[in-house]
């Protein structure tokens, strides 16, 4: 167990709606990430963020969008989905107090999202 | 720039031979690199980290690595598989610079299977 926690587990819905997966990090840990899973496009990096502010951006849609809460929280809002959003997404955390040294990241289990 | 590339998108052994994962990294600066483990339908668990220190970096369940930078190569190597090995194998690299947060890069993936 990571520590890192998500919810829901799975979500099924249809093309055009909006979803919203949420994120708890590790105790302690101040950044979050998220990330895109699917057979044709592998692991891919979406967004993070460092104590509620945006720190970097992948390749995320604009019909995509992120949040990350005062209480370290975060949400990562799918909207207008389609049939290819259909995937694992995975949130992570870090500490990162150190400056110039990368701390790993901690994965959480992911959310299995199903646009039918 | 980074980048990482993971030489096989396969390998297959068998039980108790060694292991090998091959992976070339880029990096404009000093770099820090990760392997992490994905079993089938679970979220990524780090394996092991190089951060500048020891070259020789031990892991989580006999693996480890060893950092080259003359053939900017981290290949991820185990003495003896054991038939939990069998997952898929990804390896990481992050600038850190000066902030104190690197955006990752992640590479595709090394689907290793342990034959009986």
């Known amino acids: 167990d990571s520590g890192v926690t998500q919810t829901p587990k799975h979500l099924i819905t249809a093309t055009g709606q909006r979803v919203t997966l949420r994120c708890s990090p590790r105790s302690g840990d101040l950044s979050v990430y998220w990330y895109q899973q699917s057979l044709d496009q592998g692991l891919q990096f979406l967004i993070q963020y460092y104590n509620g502010e945006e720190r970097a951006k992948g390749n995320i849609l604009e019909r995509f969008s992120a949040q990350q809460f005062p209480d370290l929280h975060s949400e990562l809002n799918l909207s207008s989905l389609e049939l290819g959003d259909s995937a694992l997404y995975f949130c992570?955390?870090?500490?990162?107090?150190?400056?110039?040294?990368?701390?790993?990241?901690?994965f959480g289990p992911g959310t299995r999202l199903t646009v039918l | 720039a980074q980048s990482v590339t993971q030489l096989d998108s396969h390998v297959s052994v068998s039980e108790g031979t060694p292991v090998l994962l091959r992976c070339n990294y880029s990096?404009?600066?000093?770099?820090?690199l990760f392997w992490y483990v994905q079993h089938p339908n679970k979220g990524l668990q780090l394996l092991l980290k190089?951060?500048?220190?020891?070259?020789l970096v031990k892991g989580i369940n006999g693996f480890e690595a060893e950092f080259k930078k003359s053939e900017t190569s981290f290949h991820l190597t185990k003495p003896s598989a054991h038939m939990s090995d069998a997952a898929e194998y990804f390896c990481?690299?992050?600038?850190?610079?000066?902030?104190?947060?690197?955006?990752?890069?992640f590479g595709d993936g090394t689907t290793l299977t342990v034959k009986p």
């Open positions: 992570a955390s870090s500490v990162e107090r150190l400056a110039g040294v990368y701390n790993e990241q901690f």
């Open positions: 990096s404009s600066y000093s770099p820090s």
């Open positions: 190089y951060t500048s220190a020891a070259t």
């Open positions: 990481v690299v992050s600038e850190a610079r000066n902030t104190n947060a690197g955006k990752s890069t």
